[in-house]
């Protein structure tokens, strides 16, 4: 299922033709089906635009840079996230993350999530992510005005002398 926050689907209708669009949701990571069924166009003329434009060597379109930071905004606002989608697991058990699910997750270069099923759920995260958040717990549990590695060497100096 294709979920869009309303700053994207503004900056999408803001594209000049049904074509352009079709290659926006394409290079957003979104499959043919879904973009058909999301503008409302048949299967067939999505497969065409796509097909044509490959052949032609059109490059995919991309939200204008303003609309993609608002987007990013309006999601941050609602709560940071793109939402809630629908996902195939394939028959080899892959999973394909589409754009906007990869960017608020803040993805590194690398693409490499940690994964835990909690209750029946699977959850994914960055490494980026992962480190905000031990960062914050152990802000809560750093003592105001001391610095942690300090401490941390004056204890090891005690334990075990200097040098």
């Given at each position: 299922?294709?979920?869009?926050?309303?700053?994207?689907?503004l900056a999408?209708?803001a594209?000049?033709?049904?074509?352009?669009?079709i290659?926006?949701?394409?290079a957003e990571?979104?499959?043919?089906?879904?973009?058909?069924?999301f503008?409302?166009?048949?299967d067939q003329?999505?497969?065409n635009v796509l097909r044509?434009?490959?052949?032609e060597?059109?490059?995919?379109e991309?939200l204008p840079?303003e609309?993609a930071r608002?987007?990013?905004?309006?999601e941050?606002?609602?709560g940071?996230?793109?939402g809630?989608?629908m996902?195939?697991?394939?028959?080899?058990g892959?999973?394909?993350?589409p754009?906007?699910?990869r960017?608020a997750?803040?993805?590194?270069?690398s693409?490499?999530v940690s994964?835990e099923?909690v209750?029946?759920?699977?959850?994914?995260?960055?490494?980026?992510?992962a480190?905000?958040r031990i960062?914050?717990?152990a802000?809560?549990?750093?003592?105001e005005?001391?610095?942690?590695?300090d401490?941390f060497l004056a204890?090891r100096?005690a334990i075990?002398g200097?040098g």
């Amino acid at each position: 299922m294709l979920t869009l926050s309303s700053a994207r689907k503004l900056a999408l209708d803001a594209l000049p033709s049904k074509a352009a669009r079709i290659r926006a949701l394409r290079a957003e990571g979104f499959r043919q089906a879904e973009i058909a069924r999301f503008l409302g166009l048949s299967d067939q003329h999505v497969s065409n635009v796509l097909r044509r434009s490959e052949r032609e060597g059109i490059a995919s379109e991309r939200l204008p840079a303003e609309a993609a930071r608002a987007t990013r905004d309006v999601e941050a606002d609602a709560g940071g996230g793109a939402g809630r989608v629908m996902l195939r697991v394939e028959a080899d058990g892959s999973l394909r993350l589409p754009s906007p699910l990869r960017e608020a997750m803040d993805l590194d270069p690398s693409g490499t999530v940690s994964a835990e099923v909690v209750d029946g759920e699977l959850r994914l995260i960055s490494p980026r992510a992962a480190v905000r958040r031990i960062q914050r717990t152990a802000r809560r549990y750093a003592p105001e005005g001391v610095s942690v590695v300090d401490a941390f060497l004056a204890g090891r100096v005690a334990i075990w002398g200097p040098g």
